[in-house]
């Protein structure tokens, strides 16, 4: 395909679309930037027509050095984010993380986008994609109007585009206790982890050697006095009221934990956490219920609770999930929520440099592609705006490194994953560094995380020399 005429067409400007745009008119090209709220089309969320508009708290998240965060936040620095430069010039006290006074910080980015020469601002709603000229990127974020949602259903097929996220705790693998869980698949009369039962009935424990030793899903066993303490954790513990556009009814598939248990005390060992076909190999016995883990990530770092998408807060999830026996010192690595959220099934549907596979000029940003967070949102729009200048050049287009923060992202978005579900910037998407596969114990963790921010921080820094940095 020929490459065509260097104005870009962005739809958004939210935190995604104005560093795109930013990126992009800084660079030389060319770009028209829409947006519905400058003609009075506001989202459920929105309150003012500025871009970059913060919906929620007024928090970046932490920007602490030894955090997953705080490495991306480094990384966008390098590669010249607006956002963040903005974010740094009206941030508030917030001890480690990066706070803004919201409004200050809205302006400044509406008034670089209004007052950029090569930026010309419509503001109107886009409708569809096949009115918009390419290159384009979209970059609508969670709320995106319905009628250019209703043309990316058409374009991707209902099936790959999500409208609310189900999100279940996501789990450190390496904090899973083995003295206690097990790994087994239902059923597996094969494994080796699995007890052998007698004639009686009876079981005998496996041998040591062959726990944990097979199986896709971590076990955690419960005895009925601890099912239902759990039970009555999960209906007491405060949950965040959904908001009046998110009232839709839940699919069956994902369900919240607290409205099964509202059908009746026994439900949930009659779903997830049914402890048939599961043998506990410590005891040699069966427990009164199981919680499954299942692996979320290729690297096997992380791992999510079968069943527990929820709408307890946050406080509530880490509290009452360490009851579970196995999990007492579980680091969560995502905690779960349910809200709307339209989204892209990016592994099936988008190339590695987030543009479609059925339009080679048409890119996504943002919240869309499946990334969660106001940075992380932030951070796409920085990436597609490298891609596209790249491959506008007819240059190759360079990904950023695996082990770099930003890399870790974007894999975690566009890798082959059936179970693919929006995330955030952790620990558990960094590729293990070699000489941490087997680790155990609070300073080892802590090294290994040293270790994974160091290969970050160096493998950035060769990439970012090789592309060119707009500020
Ligand atoms: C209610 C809610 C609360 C959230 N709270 C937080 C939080 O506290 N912390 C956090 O880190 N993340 C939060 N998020 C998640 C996410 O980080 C934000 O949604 C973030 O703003 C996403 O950035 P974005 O650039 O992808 O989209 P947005 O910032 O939403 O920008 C999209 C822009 O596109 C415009 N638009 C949409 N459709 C069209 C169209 N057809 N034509 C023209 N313009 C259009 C919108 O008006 C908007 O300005 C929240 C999400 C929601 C929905």
Redesign the pocket.
Known sequence: MSIPSPTIHI???????SECALQLADMGFQVVL????QAQ???P??KTQD???????N???SQTDYSAPGQLKWEAEQLGSFILKAARDHSVPAGMALAVDRERFSARITEAVKNHPRIELRS????SLEDLPRPAVI???????D??AESMRRHFDQEFLYFFDAIAPIVDADSINPQVAWKANRYNRSSEAEAVESESGDATPAPDSELNSSGDYWNCPLDKEQYYRLVEEIKGARKIEP?EFETTPYFQGCMPIEAIVDRGDETLRFGPLSPKGLSNPHTGHKAYAVVQLRQDNKEGTAYNMVGFQTRMAYGEQTRVFRLIPGLEQAEFLKLGSI???LYIHSPKKLTPTLSSRKDEWLFF????TGV???????CT?LLVAHFLAQKLRGQEVSLPPRASALGSLLNAITEDNELFQPTNINFGLFPKPPGFEKIRGHKQKEAKKAAQLELAKQSLLDFSQRIPVSL
């Open positions: 739809v958004g400007a939210g935190l995604a679309g829409f947006e519905m709220r089309v506001m989202t969320a929105h871009f970059a508009e913060l919906v929620c708290s928090s970046f998240g109107e709603v886009v409708q970059a609508t974020g969670p709320l995106t109007h009628s250019l908001k809200h709307r959220n940003a943002g919240q869309i969660e967070g106001y940075f992380e949102s932030t729009g």
